[in-house]
């Protein structure tokens, strides 16, 4: 006799704060039909993630503030457990732009970044802290915007010639609530206001 089939994933999963709940038309596009839990979903999106920073330290010559590479490194990322990894994202959330404008201020983001750069107005932590900041804020994707921006802001650093952030010991999808991971939320919020003072000091950028 055959198993019962597993039930389906139960929606909504709770969330931490400061992270994008799911649409059941997202959850849907689960690769994976073992996951049962928030627990098990952070597992195979981690190693995934494994998976993904080996493709990117592969890369011989990558130039982070391009579009195209954006959303590459998303799929990388998140593509085993997600069907939709490195796809913009087609529904409203409580965090980032309107899905139709997401590509207009990924190209604002974009330009203005690489001005920064040429006109050197701040210095490269500061920078990457920005990009990061303003990344997230759009929010490309239905999910994994938090991982994805920190690993593309590091990779900018790098890029750059610079080190990378220690933004989260072993960073996690934010669902252990730490001081740091509230500290982190919370100076995102004030850069939201336009105050970068909190987010430049909490990564040593001031
Ligand atoms: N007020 C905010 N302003 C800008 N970004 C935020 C804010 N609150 C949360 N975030 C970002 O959104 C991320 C959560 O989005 P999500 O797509 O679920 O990413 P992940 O799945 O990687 O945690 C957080 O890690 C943080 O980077
Ligand atoms: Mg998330």
């Not at 207009?104 to 330009?111: G, N």
């Not at 050197?120 to 997230?136: I, T």
């Not at 890029?159 to 991971?181: C, H, S, T, V, Y």
Request: charged residues 30%.
């Amino acid at each position: 006799m055959s198993p019962p089939p597993d039930p389906p994933l139960p929606l909504p999963l709770s969330e931490p704060d400061g992270a994008t709940p799911l649409d059941p038309d997202e959850a849907e596009g689960l690769r994976l039909d073992s996951i049962r839990t928030r627990g098990d979903l952070d597992r195979v999106e981690q190693a995934n993630i494994v998976d993904g920073l080996a493709w990117l330290s592969r890369r011989r010559q990558t130039d982070v503030l391009d579009d195209q590479f954006l959303r590459r490194l998303h799929r990388e990322l998140f593509g085993q457990v997600w069907r939709w990894a490195g796809t913009y994202r087609q529904t409203e959330k409580n965090i980032g732009v309107e899905p139709r404008q997401i590509q207009v201020e990924l190209r604002k983001l974009l330009d203005d970044v690489r001005a920064w750069i040429e006109y050197h107005s701040y210095p490269p932590r500061e920078m990457a802290l920005r990009f990061h900041h303003r990344l997230v804020r759009i929010h490309l994707f239905a999910n994994g915007n938090g991982r994805h921006a920190r690993i593309a802001a590091d990779a900018l650093l790098q890029q750059l010639g610079e080190a990378r952030i220690d933004w989260l010991p072993g960073d996690q999808p934010l669902q252990q609530a730490g001081a740091l991971r509230t500290a982190y939320i919370e100076a995102l919020r004030s850069a939201d206001g336009g105050d970068y003072r909190a987010l430049l000091e909490l990564y040593g950028a001031t």
